[in-house]
């Protein structure tokens, strides 16, 4: 039986934070609401139990509260923030306004050091704190094992069972022994093995797939980015020539895109077909400026076209996507309070009437844990390395309506970017780069003339799993390069500016 650390949402910023800390321990977690029935969480069968901060405060009318019930099912629980002021708060102790807030580094003063929880970590360290509210009296079964000059009770620990309430982050870097900190409370207090690992995953997910599908054919929607490439491996491993991969030309995607994807995957051994889509989808947008409508009509005729397709084929009963774990969050809001972001077109974007059942074998997965599976499957580190393409295509990189013309125009903007990226040699150091149309008209001159033509915008971000990111700090050089080029290659474009936002509080694309 698989090890399970699940992940009690209340809504913090962090929590995507908490359950990556945990799998990178090789320990396999999953985020669930706050308020998921008890009886849910027992069929789980979770080896221990995180619950995360979040914005609220006890005394807010509407707080997030826990079910107590969750005490008594003898696992390891670590409380986070709020998580641990809930706590107290329920269990009769005393959590107040604190005179003083507290957010930002503090020094964490050790009072228990023989808690196995603290193994090696120093008896003073500092911690990032980020709260209003603070404990001052605990529940009379618990004691104190570490506080701060402002907060008294900075770690708590049930006498007789393992229940931990923390009011610091563990789970950010700021956080000195953060990751010691988790580690501790997975292997010496839940005593897990740690055994989750590319390999493994491979391995069950192969077993699931098989037992999912049966004997049926499963038509795979293959983009040639990383993530339904991978998802093509997995399934060609597990049920070989009964597995039939689609590439949907859009006729958004990148300049030269369907050639090259084509000329990858016809060698594969895949049963393989392009479908040449691009009027229909054109069709459908036509006059939509709106992300989300964009987004849901994209989403709804990548299923009509694969509908169609596997009509021509027996026994298709299953359609695989790559969809991944960041994508299920952002999408459909699992995690508690936290707010849906937008509707990826493969998860919230989906019609309600479908005639294929979905598969989606990486929906457990972050990008980086993908790249791991694909590298264990021996997919080359050329494919492994792109960088994220959305699966609405230029669609939401194009601001506003979307016509022929601006996507030619985009299309060679953004080769020329990427072009120059590698050309530079940093292309692999950052995480995904792109160019955006923008419908706002500039005055220029070219050739002692005026020109009032549109403006691009260069994106490029540095990430782990794409859930936060900073925008990459590539050189003036390269950017002037860039800019110089698209302005005297690309008709259409006089204009070129670089989007230095963070993730959050904006998002990595644009729409």
Known sequence: MREKVLVLDFGSQYTQLIAR???????????????????????????????????????????????????????????????M????????????????????????EIVKKEEPLFDSIPECSNVWMSHGDRVLDIPADYISIAKTDNTPHAFIKNKSKNI???QFHPEVVHTEFGGELISNFLFKIAGMSGDWTPKSFIESTID???????????????????????TAALLNK??????????????????????????????????????????????????????????????????????????KISDVEFLAQGTLYPDIIESVSVRGPSATIKSHHNVGGLPEKMDLKIVEPLRELFKDEVRKVGNELGLSSEML???????????????????????NILKHADSIFIEQLKKENIYDDIWQAFCVFLPVKTVGVMGDERTYENVCALRAVSSTDGMTANWSKIPYEILEKVSVRIINEVKGINRVVYDISTKPPSTIEWE
């Open 385 to 407: 390395g792109r960088h994220p393409f959305p699966g609405p295509g230029l669609a939401i990189r194009i601001m506003g309506e979307i016509t022929k013309e601006r996507i």
């Open 85 to 108: 002021q809930a706590l107290v708060h329920q269990l009769s102790g005393k959590v107040e306004h604190s005179q003083k807030r507290e957010f930002g580094p503090a020094t964490l």
């Open 208 to 230: 699931e797939i098989r037992a999912k599908v049966g004997g049926s054919k499963v038509l795979c929607a293959l983009s040639g980015g990383v993530d339904s490439s991978v």
């Open 21 to 83: 800390r945990v799998r990178e321990n090789g320990v396999y977690s999953e985020i669930k609401a706050f308020d998921t029935p008890i009886e849910e969480i027992k069929n789980d069968l979770p080896t221990a139990i995180i619950l995360s901060g979040g914005p609220s405060s006890v005394w807010d009318t509407d707080s997030p509260k826990i079910d107590l019930d969750i005490l008594s099912l003898d696992v390891p629980i670590l409380c986070i923030c709020y998580g």
């Open 164 to 166: 931990y309430g923390t």
């Open 238 to 311: 597990a049920i070989g020539q009964n597995l039939y991969c689609v590439f949907v030309d859009t006729g958004m995607l990148r300049l030269n895109e369907a050639e090259e994807v084509t000329n990858v995957f016809r060698d594969f051994g895949f049963n393989f077909v392009c479908i040449s889509a691009g009027e229909r989808f054109l069709d459908k947008l036509k006059e939509v400026a709106d992300p989300e409508r964009k987004r849901k009509i994209i989403g709804e005729q990548f299923i009509r076209v694969f509908e169609d397709e596997a009509k």
